[in-house]
């Protein structure tokens, strides 16, 4: 197998795989085939202008460079998904109290990474956080109002993105963001703060797309922040961090709405000095590690890919090659019903593996995600970069909880 950070292109191989890739064609017969004959594998594929640039800046910041230790500060966690900011949290000295997630596969996954955590959800509990008297009659034998603790959601952003309506052509109903018109998730803002209200934690996070503070003229958003402010909050003007700027290896613009019942400021955390490119995290992957398979992808998609420069967008495809030196594009979730679509790596004409698209979103090389390819997308695309969280998270402590 070529060693994707020191490899080099000769005309000879290339003129081998273009050869092996148009056998495949013309045969009508599955490129994994045609490669395993000739002792090649999808890795072993390369662009016609490969290696041409590398990343030789400083490595992604890891979870593991903050400083854990505990600080007592309990956090409870809503719409958790397979666990970003929870990640982040912990790594940053919070104690996990309790996680309510609805969907049944992302509890899997949390539950396989940290089984010591209290996941409420399927199939022991319904998770679902606008059954505002089933989640109050689990958490109050738990916690008890005021929760001199950390409350943090981020419900279902899919309303209120303007990625996920891109999918669509302009004239297609679904074109418009529904946002707050939305019958289930454009409500579950507001399920989640009346639990604020309920359980009036010392501080809180709401967490979403930036569509969220520009949806309906923030007429919605504002409402909840008056609902908020009226129970005796004091609320951060919403801010819009870019993950790049913050040791992630990826562009991620996530809405921070955060709050407290202190009257202590709120600082934000300090941006990098310098953004991190993808190729500090796009090198060979130990095969042994999870969800490293990659896609087996058709030999009509790899001749095109082959011939793309470095960032350009494969436009039969909708799929971008990455360069090494810059961050990330965004890591797409896709919708509820299919995954997303990855990026193609900067030096492998083919889309990356989940892994990948967990290490660009600062993921642990050792967590893993379960169920289908699909599936692990949509858990990794979901989430918040676990690096950015525990940023937020440290900031909100030296805030409110020092």
């Known amino acids: 197998m070529l060693n994707i950070t020191t490899g080099s292109i000769s005309a000879s191989r290339l003129l081998e795989q273009k050869n092996l890739l148009q056998k495949a064609i013309k045969s009508n017969e599955p490129l994994a085939n045609v490669l395993e004959r000739a002792s090649w594998t999808y890795h072993d594929l390369i662009y016609s202008r490969s290696f041409q640039r590398k990343w030789s800046g400083s490595a992604a910041q890891a979870l593991s460079e903050f400083d854990s230790t505990p600080t007592g500060v309990p956090v409870v966690s809503f719409f958790t998904g397979c666990g970003g900011i929870d990640l982040g949290l912990e790594a940053v000295g919070y104690r996990h109290v309790a996680a309510f997630e ?72 679904t074109f418009k963001r529904v946002g707050f018109s939305h019958q289930t998730n454009g409500n579950l803002l507001f399920d989640y703060i009346n639990l604020i209200v309920e359980f009036r934690p010392m501080a809180f996070v709401i967490e979403n797309v930036p569509g969220l503070r520009d949806i309906d003229g923030g007429v919605q958003l504002q409402s909840a922040i008056d609902e908020l402010e009226s129970a005796g909050y004091t609320i951060q003007e919403p801010f819009v961090l870019n993950a790049a700027d913050y040791g992630v290896p990826q562009q991620r613009f996530r809405l921070f709405v955060i709050g407290s019942r202190s009257n202590q400021p709120y600082e934000k955390p300090t941006p990098a000095v310098n953004r991190i490119g993808a190729g500090s995290v796009l090198k060979t992957l130990n095969s042994k590690l999870a969800n490293t398979e990659t896609r087996e992808h058709k030999a009509e998609s790899v001749m095109r890919y082959m011939e793309l420069s470095y960032g350009e967008r494969d436009q039969l495809g909708r799929v971008d090659r990455l360069d090494p030196l810059s961050p990330s594009k965004t890591v797409i979730a896709g919708g509820t019903k299919g995954g997303g679509r990855s990026h193609l790596h900067p030096e492998v004409p083919r889309t990356l593996s989940v892994r990948e698209c967990a290490r660009l979103q600062s993921f642990p090389d050792d967590y893993e995600f379960v169920g289908t390819s699909g599936r692990q997308f949509t858990q990794v695309g979901n989430a918040v970069p676990p690096v950015l969280a525990a940023q937020i998270g440290k900031s909100i402590f030296d805030s409110f909880f020092k």
């Open 102 to 173: 609805l969907n049944e596969m992302f509890c899997k996954t949390l539950r396989r990474n940290r089984p010591k955590w209290n996941v409420f959800g399927p199939p022991s509990h319904n998770g679902d956080v606008s059954d505002f008297d089933g989640v109050k009659s689990t958490l109050s034998p738990i916690i008890k109002a005021p929760f001199e603790g950390l409350f943090v959601g981020g419900p279902p952003c899919q309303p209120f993105s303007i990625a996920s309506n891109q999918r669509f052509p302009k004239s297609a109903d």
